[in-house]
């Protein structure tokens, strides 16, 4: 059974400062799908990774892909208090549907 | 439309009775799943469609819980028989392929007093 963990699952942070959340699976997948859902909100797709060592930047967030290690991580450089969200890692556990295992999520809280 | 559409926004069912859900999918998508998302968790996979082939449902907690998309197109989650841990939020999501990820509706907050 695909597990996926993420950590840590609550971040309050400074806005300015760096930070990393991480996404730990436990089978073999190389597809893996990051996720921000504001408060009372939808999910909204923030990255997909595709193959080993895939890295996306998009604004302050940036991710990345080891799948040989079966970890991803979101990086947030200098904070914004926009960037306050829960952020989910999702890993695909059937490649040829999409068929997703999602972890707990990291809610991310970013101080003025 | 623009995005992936469900009704009600909220639904408060008195345990026993049933519901039925509706997701309206981006038009041309061919991929439509259903999550469930308990609160304070992340979403867990319920079932999914390509088209109107139901082509996994191995995520239905029980036999209470029926999906279908007769045309390939909407798609109606059904709960018979509701019962307190029913309660939770039902995200529908659609993909026009894959390695583009989902695009999810707003969901569906059904509550089961």
């Known amino acids: 059974e695909l597990k996926v963990e993420q950590n840590p699952l609550f971040l309050s942070m400074q806005e300015g400062k760096n930070y990393t959340i991480y996404c730990n699976y436990s089978?073999?997948?190389?597809?893996l799908y990051w996720y921000r859902q504001d408060p009372g909100k939808s999910l909204e797709s923030l990255f997909v990774?595709?193959?080993?060592?895939a890295v996306k930047q998009e604004g302050r967030l940036m991710a990345s892909l080891d799948t040989k290690a079966r970890l991803s991580t979101l990086h947030i450089t200098a904070a914004v208090h926009d960037l306050s969200a829960t952020y989910f890692c999702a890993v695909d556990m059937d490649q040829g549907a999409q068929k997703l295992v999602f972890g707990q999520g990291t809610r991310l809280t970013i101080n003025p | 439309g623009a995005g992936v559409s469900q009704s009600p926004r909220y639904k408060v069912a008195k345990r026993g009775q049933d519901v039925a859900l509706r997701c309206d999918p981006i038009s041309g998508h061919v991929s439509l799943f259903w999550y469930q998302q308990a609160l304070g968790q992340g979403p867990e996979f319920l079932t999914y469609f390509q088209n109107e082939a139901q082509l996994d449902k191995s995520g239905l907690p029980s036999d209470r819980f029926f999906a279908e998309r007769p045309e390939g197109s909407v798609s109606t989650l059904k709960i018979q028989r509701t019962q307190q841990e029913d309660s939770a939020v039902y995200l529908c999501?659609?993909?026009?392929?894959?390695?583009?990820?989902?695009?999810f509706g707003s969901g569906t907050r059904l509550t089961v007093v």
């Open positions: 999501a659609s993909s026009q392929a894959l390695n583009y990820g989902y695009t």
């Open positions: 990774l595709l193959s080993n060592g």
């Open positions: 089978t073999t997948s190389d597809r």
